[in-house]
């Protein structure tokens, strides 16, 4: 059993990665390792600024032509964001459809993910699931494909350049984090196995990072409100709620909805801690001239 658990994650991490970041006066758990980034960035963002272009339109249109279906009840994953072997997911009429066919195991399982995205996962009709996979979101049987995936093979599909295997190795992070923030709980930097999550968790916000810069995807944002209110003491809501603001710069239609109904089962949230950390992960992600992703 490790005696000592006191030392907030992102403190930590300064260790790990050289002060890749500061501590959060909250609770010297930051609600993310990148954010520090933030501080010494000038940009100011005015309006939309750095919101999803003409051209990335038009990328997003050609993504839907490939998610097309291939057959009665299939739907065509697109080429960038194929994983393992899935080149093809089933077609439902919406989430809670398509998760109620599989093992009762399995569908607990994927309802309770959904809630920890904030009901992003969730589609209500076909067309909405293929617009969902046109933009990167995993299915259920791609999030079944990564479960029986260990996190070391994970890391290496993703180090090959997979998005979604990136994608799923945040998420693995996230669990693992998350078991022990929840609890209230730091970590022991004298422990060989606290310093090798630390490195993990590291790895897995520089990824989702760039992978939010390089996609463009919905879901890049979804999984960075993720990880930070995994790394957070307690797992507080604020990191998802500017996660579902940013996702809707990304071209996720159903933001506002999210956002009103998340909002309104967490009526007591920071706004001010929302909106800084919105505000900091925008300019970021979206800012002034930069080029669509190719």
Same mark, same amino acid.
């Given at each position: ?85 899935? &080149? ?15 093992? +009762? ?41 990564? +479960? ?7 890391? *290496?599909?993703?180090? %090959?350049?997979?998005? +979604?295997? +990136? ?5 693995? &992070? ?5 078991? !022990? ?7 022991? %930097? ?15 916000? %520089?990824? &989702? ?5 390089? %996609? ?10 993720? !990880? ?14 500017? *996660? !579902?603001?940013? *996702? ?11 956002? *009103? ?34």
């Amino acid at each position: 059993m490790k005696t000592t658990r006191s030392l907030g994650v992102t403190c930590a991490l300064m260790i790990v990665a050289g002060g890749l970041v500061g501590c959060n006066a909250r609770d010297e758990a930051a609600i993310s390792t990148n954010e520090g980034a933030v501080a010494g960035d000038q940009e100011t963002s005015r309006g939309l600024a750095g919101s999803v272009t003409e051209d990335e339109v038009d990328l997003v249109a050609e993504e839907v032509q490939a998610s097309s279906i291939t057959g009665a009840n299939e739907l065509q994953v697109p080429p960038s964001w194929r994983f393992a072997d899935i &080149v093809e997911v089933r077609r439902a009429s919406s989430w809670d459809a398509r998760v109620s066919q599989l093992p +009762k195991s399995e569908e607990a399982w994927l309802r309770e993910l959904n809630d920890q995205y904030a009901d992003a996962l969730a589609f209500g009709s076909p067309e909405e699931q293929q617009r969902l996979i046109s933009q990167g979101f995993p299915m259920p049987e791609e999030w079944i494909a990564a +479960k029986s995936m260990s996190t070391m093979e994970l890391e *290496a599909l993703a180090n %090959t350049g997979n998005s +979604k295997a +990136k994608m799923f190795y945040v998420d693995r &992070v996230s669990d693992e984090i998350g078991s !022990i923030r929840q609890s209230g709980q730091g970590l022991d %930097t004298s422990s060989s196995e606290d310093m090798a999550l630390l490195s993990r968790v590291a790895a897995a916000n %520089t990824m &989702v990072l760039q992978l939010m810069k390089s %996609t463009r995807s919905p879901f890049a944002a979804y999984l960075d409100g993720r !990880i930070n209110t995994a790394m957070t003491q307690y797992g507080p809501p604020e990191s998802m709620a500017s *996660a !579902i603001l940013l *996702a809707g710069d990304l071209g996720d239609v159903r933001a506002s909805d999210l956002r *009103a109904r998340y909002f309104h089962a967490h009526p007591d949230m920071n706004a001010a801690e929302i909106t800084q950390s919105y505000e900091g992960r925008k300019r970021l992600v979206l800012r002034q001239g930069q080029p669509p992703s190719p």
